[in-house]
């Protein structure tokens, strides 16, 4: 009997591998906001913007596919952190943004296909559980961002500076990563005393509320709101129930009807959908932003490690310039990606 090799990861693996993406882009060609529509707006009282939200629906989930699907993804990872930091060097810290980049991704792909099929078929429960979490973690998202973006603002461009910023001895974009994807007491404990403490969720939250406006507004509401559908409290308890025609009369009653439940998180959900897929879509595209930038500082060959981590390599002059701005690579000024 022959023995067979195992199969190498192949670009084709990586860019299939989001159970969430798929469900997201829908084999049976039809589109969110017409399955959605009229559960959404069985509700006892929507929102006067409700309308708007589930039409956004489908183009903040295209946002956040495309984002997926532009560049090839990692099949693998440089795993770096306060424990290795001394050995870091210019493709970890590219691996650590490419690979935290996919990570999101498909993270929050997954929750929002979950929160949607759920709500689809009438499971309010644990789709409001699934929406919370893709806001929790959209929110990390949009902290990071917030704060690589005043570093990357000043180097953008400027190789001397950008192999500062990742080498140099101050190590702060390196504690930065850290902060953000060390979550727990029990990795926390072993932190040595220099490095900062991990971001609470709370703490994201509250940069995308300083920023103001209507997306402050939105995310802290739906926020708060979610948190109450899934505590076992008035909350989850009115995923149960809808108003009995005959209740109007005499004692006050509600029919059992979990599946055709008017609780308003339904539009919370969607909302809190809306709100991750966009995050994370111009997230994605910043992480990438700032890898180019460091592939071309650091001047990052074609080889086979560098492809396996899916670092964004520089090409021939007249081709597509691997930013991603449609500019051939001659030309590319790698602008800043927009929202
Ligand atoms: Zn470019």
């Not at 990357?152 to 974009?173: S, T, Y």
């Not at 129930?241 to 004692?251: A, D, F, T, V, Y």
Request: proline share 5%.
């Amino acid at each position: 009997m022959s023995r067979k090799r195992p199969a190498k990861p192949s670009r084709q693996d990586s860019t299939h591998i989001s159970w969430g993406i798929e469900q997201l882009a829908r084999a049976d060609g039809k589109v969110w906001h017409e399955v959605l529509r009229p559960t959404i707006l069985d509700t006892v009282q929507a929102p006067a913007k409700t309308n708007e939200n589930i039409h956004q629906l489908d183009l903040s989930i295209q946002d956040m596919v495309t984002e997926y699907r532009r560049h090839r993804l990692p099949v693998e990872v440089i795993s770096m952190g306060h424990w290795s930091v001394h050995q870091r060097n210019a493709v970890a810290f590219a691996s650590c943004l490419v690979g935290h980049r996919a990570e999101r991704l498909m993270q929050i792909g997954d929750l929002a296909a979950n929160a949607l099929i759920c709500l689809e078929a009438g499971a309010v429960l644990p789709a409001a559980a699934s929406a919370r979490s893709a806001l929790e973690l959209s929110a990390m998202c949009h902290y990071l961002q917030r704060k690589l973006s005043g570093v990357w603002g000043r180097v953008h461009g400027d190789g001397e500076q950008i192999r500062q910023e990742v080498l140099g001895a101050d190590m702060n974009l390196w504690k930065t990563l850290t902060r953000v994807r060390v979550g727990s007491d029990i990795i926390d404990s072993g932190v040595p005393e220099e490095w900062p403490r991990p971001v609470h969720v709370n703490d994201a939250l509250r940069t995308i509320k300083k920023g103001g406006g209507l997306l402050a507004q939105e995310t802290s509401a739906t926020y708060a709101r979610l948190c109450d559908a899934v505590h076992p409290s008035q909350g989850a308890q009115g995923a149960m129930w809808r108003l009995s025609e005959e209740g109007q009369q005499g004692p006050h009653r509600l029919l059992l009807h979990p599946k055709k439940s008017q609780t308003t998180s339904k539009v919370d959900i969607v909302a809190a959908v809306n709100i991750s897929s966009q995050l994370v879509a111009e997230f994605a595209r910043f992480l990438w932003w700032v890898a180019v930038d460091v592939s071309l500082a650091f001047r990052f060959k074609n080889v086979a490690l560098n492809r396996s981590l899916g670092l964004p390599i520089g090409g021939a002059l007249g081709a597509p310039c691997v930013c991603a701005s449609g500019f051939s690579f001659r030309l590319c000024t790698h602008p800043r990606p927009s929202h």
